[in-house]
């Protein structure tokens, strides 16, 4: 997997409401109305995650989940799967 240039990461994010590039990965927070929203939702890119076999790192605090996508493949730069997951995460939500 060949990671992104940074211009081709910020032409995609472009398409991708709120997602952030920095420190080599992509990333967004979502808020829920209570703990119970968030862990389904965590539950939902799980198995989105699964599918696509590409898996974030997902960080969840009461009814907040922050989300940062790097591919490990790619010495942890951003790749084309990252899009790609980053795009279905956003179906999900």
Do not use: C
């Not at 032409?11 to 209570?34: C, M, P, S, V």
């Not at 389904?40 to 996508?69: D, M, S």
């Amino acid at each position: 997997m060949k990671p992104l240039k940074e211009e081709e990461i910020k032409t995609a994010l472009a398409n991708l409401d709120g997602w952030k590039f920095g420190n080599d990965k992509i990333g967004k927070e979502f808020q829920f109305e209570n703990f119970k929203e968030a862990l389904g939702f965590i539950v939902q890119v799980g198995f989105e995650a699964e599918r696509l076999t590409h898996h974030p790192e997902l960080f969840n605090v009461y009814n907040t989940v922050k989300i940062e996508l790097s591919t490990h493949d790619a010495d942890d730069k951003v790749t084309q799967n990252d899009i790609d997951l980053a795009t279905a995460i956003e179906k999900i939500a």
